[in-house]
């Protein structure tokens, strides 16, 4: 099956800082890969749609000068959390929908934690 | 603008009892409903997609079900186990790729 990995697996950084998060398709293509946050005790909130060749969009109250999004080839995707600080402090999944997009199915990475202390 | 809850926010059984998570959602205006488990700390597992022109999905112990017309879902487990503890997440698809999850079911079953 397709799988979705995320780098770092956790990380933590000091406030001000910047942290660079990336998600890569390992056995497929994937133009579009989605970024969601997850606080916790909430469940997984969108934040912006990733493109490949493209500038990100982003969800309604997403800084898009916080969280930079870089879709650089058709595997990868980063989310880099600039000036970071404990506010930013959750968990960050990644995913990528499968090729065929008549399925419609996602295949998600296995998340990033970030803690800003 | 889609709203997906999730009853009961929390659910304990002892093990063998049959399990039923609800979802539903405001907008049956959608693609696919999903349901995911996730264990503390984790990632997401895909456990069932549904097709908006399906009414269920099964496999192996978990089956679930898709009412689009009243904006509902529902997850049976049956014979739970205690290794069925995780927190249970739906999702519905309105748009491409995109998914809208319910807050989720924390289960706890206990030997």
């Known amino acids: 099956g397709a799988v979705v990995s995320q780098h770092p697996s956790w990380v933590i950084c000091k406030s001000g800082t910047s942290v660079k998060i990336e998600c890569r398709s390992l056995d497929f293509q994937a133009t579009t890969m989605f970024w969601y946050r997850q606080f916790p005790k909430q469940s997984l909130m969108l934040m912006a749609t990733?493109?490949?060749?493209?500038?990100?969009?982003?969800e309604q109250g997403v800084e898009k000068d916080k969280f930079l999004i870089n879709h650089a080839s058709l595997t990868l995707s980063t989310l880099t959390v600039t000036s970071a600080h404990p506010e930013d402090s959750s968990f960050y999944i990644c995913?990528?929908?499968?090729?065929?997009?008549?399925?419609?199915?996602?295949?998600f990475g296995p998340g990033t934690r970030l803690t800003v202390t | 603008k889609q709203e997906v809850t999730q009853i009961p926010a929390a659910l304990s059984v002892p093990e063998g009892e049959n399990l039923v998570l609800n979802c539903s959602f405001t907008d049956s205006a959608i693609y696919n409903l999903q349901w995911f488990r996730q264990d503390p700390g984790k990632g997401l597992t895909s456990l069932l997609l549904i097709q908006s022109s399906q009414r269920e999905q099964t496999s192996g112990r978990l089956n679930a079900s898709l009412d689009k017309s009243s904006g509902r879902s529902t997850l049976y487990i049956a014979a739970s186990q205690p290794g069925d503890s995780a927190t249970y997440l739906c999702a519905v698809s309105s748009s491409w790729g995109k998914l809208q999850f319910g807050a989720g079911t924390q289960v706890v079953v206990t030997p």
């Open positions: 990733s493109n490949e060749g493209s500038k990100a969009t982003y």
């Open positions: 995913s990528a929908p499968s090729e065929d997009r008549r399925s419609y199915e996602q295949y």
